[in-house]
């Protein structure tokens, strides 16, 4: 076996075949950290000329000329290969170390152990906990949930092998019935050009204030845009509602009612029917009444409802980020878009529609619980990855660890 520096055409091709590839691991995920100042380094193992292991290696420069190096979504090899995985390690520290780095962060794609729906552990399924430990024992330390850069703990839905109506049938029946209600109200999904952007990062503005969480700067989902996607490897995408459409579908929907309650005898056993006849036209008043008073208020005949950005590299559809304008969270318009790419991943080949980060306690009902039971309503699983972990690589470790622990006790 052979330590090398590899050119970025053999990482790609390499990284095209690997099982544990994902869109972190991509060279265009380097290249945006590039523009970001953090240099791009891959490194590889070859033997009898062929790769056997790889790593995308990002360095960014910190105090005392000093370089933090990260792996996203690293290493790409066969973690169970104790031998590749030692040798691979040891000369990736020697690597780091000959360009000034003190410590190494890697998240891998790897699932820790097998969970169902509802996260509990599967009995006989996938454990790899083997793997952990041999981490361990080569100095890596497991960083705590609440500190990783990366989603440790995903919801997905295997798509292999199944069909619309399979999937249709699976959900939970107030998912099912919400994506029909959405149809039926004529909510329409439009996917984003370049030049459309801001569109997406206003909707990301508002729910980040509303929810407390970062916001991204627009120039990040340019700069997705433009390494993704020409290879159609990311989309886009807004809900719309057209209020005219609307309000017409509700008078139909009304006079249907309407018909049907005229229809009816004053008959005993008709007064539980006409009731429930009486309530529905009442409520479609409101919803007609409502419209008219966004369209009002608006001076709007389409208004924009919610956004999500999607990534497509096979095997997987990833839901990367989304956002809803809250006073429009009635209509449900997420649950639409995420039937059509689930639809899309069907017919395109995909394999699994990751409807990617819930939070890792969710049997203690955290305050984001609603992300896991939106998504949980799509059936499907829960995916807990091993973690982040960090490996020293320099004694200036500890002093940078002693800086970060002052620096938290001067906040507190």
């Known amino acids: 076996m052979n330590f090398v520096e590899l050119t970025e055409k053999e990482y790609q091709k390499y990284w095209e075949n690997h099982p544990l590839k994902t869109f972190l691991s991509a060279i265009e995920i380097g290249k945006l950290r590039q523009k970001s100042g953090w240099n791009v ?108 850069e990366q989603v440790g703990w995903m919801f997905s839905l295997d798509l292999e092998n199944k069909t619309e109506d399979e999937i249709l049938k699976e959900m939970k029946p107030n998912t099912r019935n919400t994506i029909r209600k959405a149809e039926k109200n004529g909510i329409t999904i439009k996917e984003l ?27 990040y989902y340019q700069e997705m845009y433009k390494l993704f996607h020409d290879k159609g490897e990311i989309k886009y995408y807004v809900t719309e ?24 005898n004053d008959a005993k056993y008709n007064l539980g029917q006409k009731k429930n006849l009486e309530n529905e036209i009442t409520s479609i008043n409101n919803r007609i009444n409502e419209a008219k008073s966004i369209k ?31 006073e429009y969270l009635r209509f449900n318009s997420q649950y639409l878009l995420q039937w059509k790419m689930i639809k899309y991943g069907l017919q395109n080949g995909f394999k699994k529609h990751n409807f990617y980060g819930i939070p890792a306690n969710i049997n203690e009902h955290p305050k984001d619980y609603g992300i896991y039971e939106f998504k949980r309503g799509f059936n499907g699983y829960v995916e807990e990855l091993i973690g982040e972990y960090e490996l020293k690589i320099s004694w200036k470790y500890y002093l940078f660890k002693l800086i970060h622990n002052l620096k938290g006790a001067k906040k507190k």
């Open 41 to 148: 380094y891959y490194v590889g193992v070859k033997e009898n000329n062929k790769i056997i292991a790889a790593a995308m290696l990002l360095s960014h420069r910190r105090r005392f000329n000093c370089y933090e190096f990260y792996s996203p979504r690293g290493f790409l090899l066969d973690f169970n290969n104790q031998e590749i995985l030692d040798y691979f390690t040891i000369e990736v520290k020697k690597y780091i170390k000959n360009k000034k780095g003190y410590i190494l962060r890697i998240d891998p794609y790897v699932i820790y152990k097998q969970r169902d729906i509802d996260g509990n552990i599967v009995p006989d399924g996938i454990d790899n906990s083997k793997i952990v430990t041999n981490l361990n024992n080569l100095g890596f330390k497991r960083i705590k949930d609440q500190n990783m």
């Open 193 to 219: 050009t370049y030049e459309e952007l801001d569109r997406f990062q206003n909707i990301m503005i508002e729910t980040g204030e509303r929810k407390g969480f970062a916001i991204r700067d627009v120039s």
């Open 241 to 264: 509602l057209d209020l005219n459409n609307y309000i017409s579908l509700l008078k139909e929907e009304k006079k249907e009612k309407e018909e049907k309650l005229a229809s009816l």
């Open 296 to 326: 009002k208020e608006t001076n709007k005949d389409v208004i924009t409802l919610s956004g999500s950005m999607f990534i497509l590299i096979k095997p997987e559809i990833i839901y990367l980020s989304s956002g809803n304008y809250e």
